[in-house]
């Protein structure tokens, strides 16, 4: 999974969090100490975060994102004009997690293709072990808001693709292939293979010889290996 992870979302769908203080836009600190030692914006936007995930979306209320924040509900509407918008800015604040912890992953990475899709992988897998709802917050707004929804995944699948021909011109990955293909196969390997080993497990890690099975699967693809 090469990506490359510098561009900036669109701002499409619900209009971006004008949460004072918060970086990117609303992205969820990775400091997982105290509520009570962050920001407001960024302890109200975690909060916000854990209980999309415990509960979705609908069943989740201002009030309830203010109480698990130790705020009084009144001051959200300094941070967040609704519930909508404070949506929009955590899943925003995932792909900017996760883009940020693949980054930082790929810049310690040793060898080629294999190497990099390694350490790639293995960033997201343990960030959805240490957070296993985010991607059930990002699966629930294909039906909050579809522009957010497919926002994420363009923004994911733009980066890998970038990768993708970069290895194809170095000679490592089949240029025949369309490198937006294999940029939205990492993403569904990802995410199901996810599911399955880290969400489903409640935080569980996603074991090595699964993710050996990953690699395996991408260096090979799905032909026999005697077929010539």
Known sequence: MTTDTSSRA????????????VRGGGQPPRDRGAPGGRPPGQALLRAAEELFGERSYHRTTVADICSRAGMATGSFYSYYGSKA????????????????????????????QRARERVAFRA?????????????????????????????YE????????????AQMAGEVDARY????????????????GMRWADWTAGGRVPDDI??????????????????
């Open 85 to 112: 918008e404070i949506f929009a800015a955590v899943v925003r604040g995932i792909n900017d997690d996760l883009r940020h912890a693949m980054r930082a992953a790929l810049e310690h990475a040793e060898g080629g």
């Open 10 to 21: 669109t701002r499409g769908g619900v209009q971006p969090s004008r949460a004072r203080g």
């Open 211 to 228: 993710l050996d099975d990953v690699l395996e699967l991408l260096g090979r693809g799905l032909a026999p290996a005697d077929s010539g």
């Open 155 to 166: 923004h994911l699948a733009r980066g890998y693709a970038r990768g993708v021909r970069a």
């Open 178 to 193: 369309d490198p937006e293909v294999i940029a939205f196969a990492y993403t569904g390997i990802g995410n199901f293979v």
């Open 124 to 152: 997201y897998f343990d960030m959805l072990s240490e957070r296993p709802w985010i991607d059930r917050i990002v699966r629930e707004s294909e039906f909050i808001d579809q522009r957010l929804f497919r926002e994420y």
